[in-house]
């Protein structure tokens, strides 16, 4: 059974950092890429980062230099590592397999709250 | 980078049918999908490639691109239907990037 769960998430700073993580079940994401996408609340989504399976990455332009999209394949896990984090980084935080393929699948989300 | 703009929201008597627009320059170039999001929920995706459903979505919900202007289509809503519909694409400024459109809530009445 496919399974994303993401953890990681609670209450930072600004200025401050965290990692989420996203771990995998029932496929790798190795051979598939993998998204994290973003909603504050009340509000829409935001696509954040992708990493395909050879490895590159991509950014939207709000994180770029901030944010940072990796894989561990042994454990099978994604990670969104977050530094300088502001205010308006405030939202739920969800990891996304194939993003608009029929293979497309979400987990939960996180929660990541940046305030002082 | 890429806008896609959706209407803020649409409602739809039980049983009859709605649409649903997304219009951006990206649509000229890139497939359509779109996601239902229910309250408290992750989005779910209900058609993806412009117009195919993935395996499980019922078949009242259809799409369709035009080029600039995507579709989502549901045909005799249902009380289930009542989500926040987003549309999504790649962007124009980085084809490895993607954008999400503003959502569109549907009310069935």
């Known amino acids: 059974e496919v399974q994303l769960v993401e953890s990681g998430g609670g209450l930072v700073q600004p200025g401050g950092s965290l990692r989420l993580s996203c771990a995998a079940s029932g496929f790798s994401v190795r051979t598939n890429y993998m998204s994290w996408v973003r909603q504050a609340p009340g509000r829409g989504l935001e696509w954040v980062s992708v990493?395909?399976?050879?490895?590159?990455?991509y950014s939207a332009d709000s994180v770029k230099g901030r944010f940072t999209i990796s894989r561990d394949i042994s454990n099978n896990t994604l990670y969104l590592q977050m530094n300088s984090l502001r205010t308006d980084d405030t939202a739920f935080y969800y990891c996304a397999r194939n993003l608009g393929d029929p293979r497309d699948y979400w987990g939960q989300g996180t929660l990541v709250t940046v305030s002082s | 980078s890429s806008e896609l703009t959706q209407d803020p929201a649409v409602s739809v008597a039980l049983g009859q049918t709605v649409r649903i627009t997304c219009q951006g320059d990206?649509?000229?170039?890139?497939?359509a999908s779109w996601y239902q999001q229910k309250p408290g929920q992750a989005p779910v995706l209900v058609i993806y490639?412009?117009?195919n459903r993935p395996s499980g979505v019922p078949d009242r919900f259809s799409g369709s691109n035009s080029g600039y202007t995507a579709s989502l289509t549901i045909t005799g809503a249902q009380a289930d239907d009542e989500a926040d519909y987003y549309c999504?694409?790649?962007?124009?400024?980085?084809?490895?990037?993607?954008?999400f459109g503003t959502g569109t809530k549907v009310t069935v009445l």
């Open positions: 490639g412009d117009n």
């Open positions: 999504n694409s790649r962007d124009t400024s980085g084809n490895y990037n993607y954008v």
């Open positions: 990493i395909y399976s050879g490895g590159t990455s």
């Open positions: 990206t649509l000229r170039s890139y497939y």
